[in-house]
């Protein structure tokens, strides 16, 4: 028994040492620890495949930790100790809550290790830079495109992330800024599905019931509860040709509706500008001025401008069945 | 003649183990279990063994520690609480709704105010269980729906910033180094322990779970002892609550869902039955321990969050099949 006992802890012990040996190994390189605010989430995932892809990475001279924040800024918090105490060169993270990220980055930016912010905002201003999409110009931009799709006017529904973060707070004033230029748009209801496609299918169930043939288009602003709306369609036979969907962020999923015409318009999010630009920002602060990027987003599609601006606003690719297929 | 029958009651439930020593036993060998694991991350990391990152995880498992306490006294009554993650972001949310820059008062009313939420829907969780024979699983669960609308009501669905330093002291203050969620954990464990071993109202919680029947025969009030320990366990969470809003520098309507999860996966792991009648807060503090360790241990390691997810899992479950495998 005790044999067995001492064996099993042997055995143990000689699986960690095969572990920590890894861990030994990648003391030479750039550490990086990538705080993903919810790896069960599909922008998410992408977030932190793109940092595991840059070719930095790739080539092995930056050892990435990717930290799964699972929704909850209390796990952010609790990462970011782990962290400095892991003493990591850098922190990229993607704040899921605005205010309650703040003293977690101020603790980490005071212990000397640069955080660049990436995806989402935060209420902290000691953060070495920042590199996300202008939601509001996003939610302005499917306003716009939906007065442009409905010249005429007509009833609209609004599905809306979970009210008071910043992403929706923003979507929110944007898409309120570019329906503003279209009175002949009216806004008949609007409530939160909470990012989620359940949430958004049972709300666009519902509002088919409240207002049968009266709404004329969907806005959202995500993909996720636009999928849910076009499911709750689907079943309900309403037509997808008169009836637009407009959303944002562009996921797998989102772009297979745009490229199958159920949904009309996606905003891209480029995960791999928010993730692999993030990386060369944390290089950049490592290392020093003379790091020159290596990431393609920065040739394709925004400007390195020697890398020491504090915050970096990531274009919104807009997609429609014309031009999906090119980034499927 | 209630304490004859009490000691009637415990010899009952010793004779199903094989000696007094029975429980003792058992809250070493989950030591043992805390003690493999620490040292397996502790060679499998550099990092593992500092003092720093055991202020870390012990600070990591104090909300969990002290949330698994009050359910431990909860479950030992065979009862259950689901609403502790709901109750202890009400609790938050008032307290901190008291301490803003806009509406600051003294932080000891905003102290008193989130245990008072919280003992009061503990109250109400153990009225509905005892006086409406509601099942604990049901009355908790709708608690946890309740606080929870109650929170995004009362806070309309928005987060409140901007707390006080006083109050952002209880969750990010230390003294002498230890970081005051830890001196919360430990005192809150130090009182519920002796509360439980020394005390009439221990003695009776053991009773009523071991034997409700027999313990009411012999006098003890059993709704009495039952709705008691909803109020120590909602007590329990406004007080986490307190100690979450303060370490996160905001009230989040969303905070702590799914944290009544971890607390009971604390206390089973920690040997207490669901059964009632049997378990301890030893084990359950190094249940609550055990589990702040697999997150931290893994996080340091690098090891993808998927996997953490299904280990939790499997620990539990092997925590309680070899429970069973003992009795």
Known sequence: MKVTRRSTIASFAAAAIILSTGTAFAQSKTRIAALSFGESGEYMKAWSSEIQNHPAVKDGSVAVTIFDGKYDPLVQANQIDTAITQKFDAIIMSPFDLQASAPAIDKAVAAGIPVIVSALKTASKNYTASIIVNDTEGGRIIGDQLGKLL??????????????????????????????????????????????????????????LAHPGQINAVLAENDEMALGAIEAMKSAKVDFKSVPVLAIDGIPDGKRAVQKGEMTVTLYKYARAEGQGAVDLALHAVKGDSYKPRSEVWESLMEWKGGSQKDYVVPWLILDASNVAKYM | MVANAIS?????????????????????????????????????????????????????????????????????????????????????????????????????????????????????????????????????????????????IFSDGRPVPNLSESFRWIGGGSVAGVPVPVLILFLVFAIGWVVLSYTTFGRYVYAVGGNDKAAKTSGISTRTVIA??????????????????????????????????????????????????????????????????????????????????LLKGAIIVVAVMLDQFRK
């Open chain 1, 151 to 208: 010249p005429n006017g007509g009833n609209v529904v609004l599905m809306e992330g979970p009210i008071g973060q910043s992403a929706q707070i923003e979507r929110k004033a944007g898409i309120d800024a570019g329906l503003a230029k279209f009175p002949k748009l009216k806004l008949i209801a609007s409530k939160s599905g909470n990012w989620s496609r359940a949430e958004g299918q049972s709300l666009m169930e519902n509002w088919l």
């Open chain 2, 228 to 309: 008691s320990t909803y109020v120590i366990s909602g007590l329990l969470a406004g007080l986490a609550g307190l100690v979450l809003t303060s370490r996160t520098t905001a009230a989040l309507p969303q905070a702590g869902i799914g944290y009544e999860l971890d607390a009971i996966a604390a206390v089973v792991i920690g040997g207490t039955s669901l059964a009632g009648g049997r378990g301890s807060l030893v084990g359950t503090l190094f249940g609550a321990l055990i589990i702040g360790t697999i997150n931290n241990g893994m996080d340091l390691m690098g090891v993808s969050s998927y996997y953490q997810q």
């Open chain 2, 8 to 152: 009637n009651v415990a010899t009952g439930a010793r004779s199903k183990s094989i000696a007094a020593v029975g429980p003792y036993l058992k809250s070493f060998s989950i030591v043992i279990v805390f003690v493999v694991i620490s040292a397996f991350f502790a060679v499998a990391n550099e990092y593992f063994m500092t003092w720093l990152n055991w202020v870390n995880l012990l600070r990591q498992s104090s909300i969990n520690g002290v949330l698994a306490i009050g359910v431990t006294f909860v479950i030992l009554t065979k009862g259950i609480d689901l609403s502790v993650g709901s109750v202890m972001a009400l609790a938050g949310m008032i307290a901190a709704s008291l301490v803003t820059s806009t509406n600051q008062h003294f932080v000891l009313w905003a102290i008193v105010a989130g245990l008072g939420t919280g003992a009061a829907l503990g109250l109400l969780n153990g009225v509905i269980v005892t006086a409406f024979n509601v099942p604990p699983f049901v009355a908790t669960l709708g608690m946890l729906s309740m606080a929870r609308g109650l929170t995004l």
